[in-house]
């Protein structure tokens, strides 16, 4: 059932009295930006300085897994997935715990811009975690882990966003669907830049370094395609759940986010048909890759980026 577009939530106390009116929350965003009347107030600074001793032991196991496989992409140090997978675990539980402090500090979710990016980013981390017990793909955790630290940097200095409210199945289905499209895509979008690095090397014969520490070409790309088929089945669900559940897509508002999120699909779609029948690979899936990735990027944050950044 599609969610109306109430006046809101007001509550308004007099003489020590409490007075409510309660109309409907509206869930107007296809991506993470739900509506409310609600503003985010943390008067008091609580919930930033109770995150933050969290926030910075993240970012440092973050960091020290992130810089161990960039180590050992460089040869310098053996190779150790169990180590970066520990450090990334340790990071990732201390992540949840910001996140776990800003739920508990505000009584809900904070959907702005800086939350957004923290909920996402750990979800990021926790399925490159997951993919990389049965894919090569933990090489990526050399963009995604630095990315996921700066997240938690921007949660503590910049706090805030807008109240979720109540979330009916349907749009659950439809957020939850989102992030993890969002999340495999782009762990795609990091493996294509390594691949992309790879193929280069290849051509002009540099075979040492890198190159000897990266799973074979063919390897790779098939890795990548399979990030994008699980992607684009995401995707699809995401975008067509939005369309059952969120009223009017098209709106003024909502509008660029939904033709950005469609003009992706349309991207990654191209992409998996010109590689099954036209034999696309190497630098082209590459440059496919990253045109689709920077699309769902704009889709998803571009918006909260320009209104609470740059016309705040």
Known sequence: MRQPHGPGITCEQHAGARLGATGGIRYSD???NFHSRDAAVDGDGQQPMQALPFALLAIAFYLGAASWQALTLLRRVPQRPKLVRGLGTLALAFHGLVIAVVIRETGGLWLGLSPS?????????ALLMLVSLAKPV???AVGVFPVAAMTLVTAVAWPGGEHQGHITPGIALHVISSALAFALLAIAAVQSMLLAWQNQALRHHHISGVVQTLP?????????????????????????????????????HLVHKTVLSLAAWVIFAALLIGHHWLGWRGLKAVR??????????????????AVEVIFS
């Open 138 to 140: 933990l090489n990526a």
């Open 117 to 125: 990016l923290v909920m996402v980013s750990a979800l990021v981390t």
């Open 288 to 305: 496919w890759t990253l045109g689709g990735g920077v699309l769902l990027l704009l889709a998803y944050f571009g918006t909260k980026f």
């Open 30 to 32: 296809p991506f993470l």
């Open 216 to 252: 074979p070409l063919t390897t790779m790309e098939r890795v990548l395609f399979e990030l994008i088929w699980a992607g684009m089945i995401l995707l699809t669900l995401a975008i067509a759940s939005g369309f059952l559940f969120v009223d009017n897509l098209f709106a003024q």
